[in-house]
């Protein structure tokens, strides 16, 4: 079945880095799009990075261009979510998420925690 499984999620101070991972099984990764959302305390789900199968391009949310960047390897199946300059609007629970036959997978999430 299909599994995808969240890492990396930290306490991190103001302008830190973290990197978050997503280790999947299940399906035909090399095709698949993969995405990271966040969910921060009291809001909603939103999108924050995408990557696409065929051709690698990703795109971002306003709020992290520059600063996040998205990437795969399709040899391990993994898909990475390097976080730089860190600001305390960044906490938040970071899923791992892909659409497979029309239907969504998610993994448990991270805990992402920027604080001073």
């Known amino acids: 079945q299909v599994q995808l499984v969240e890492s990396g999620g930290d306490l991190a101070q103001p302008g830190g880095s973290l990197t978050l991972s997503c280790t999947t099984s299940?399906?035909?990764?090399?095709?698949?799009?993969m995405n990271w959302y966040r969910q921060p305390p009291g809001k909603e789900r939103e999108l924050v990075a995408r990557?696409?199968?065929?051709?690698?391009?990703?795109n971002y949310v306003d709020a992290v261009k520059g600063r996040f960047t998205i990437s795969r390897d399709n040899n391990r199946a993994t898909v990475t979510l390097q976080m730089n300059d860190l600001k305390i609007e960044d906490t938040a629970i970071y899923y791992c998420?892909?659409?497979?036959?029309?239907?969504?997978?998610w993994g448990q999430g991270t805990q992402v925690t920027v604080s001073s």
């Open positions: 990557i696409f199968g065929s051709w690698n391009t990703t």
């Open positions: 299940g399906f035909a990764f090399r095709q698949a799009g």
């Open positions: 998420h892909t659409r497979i036959a029309g239907r969504a997978y």
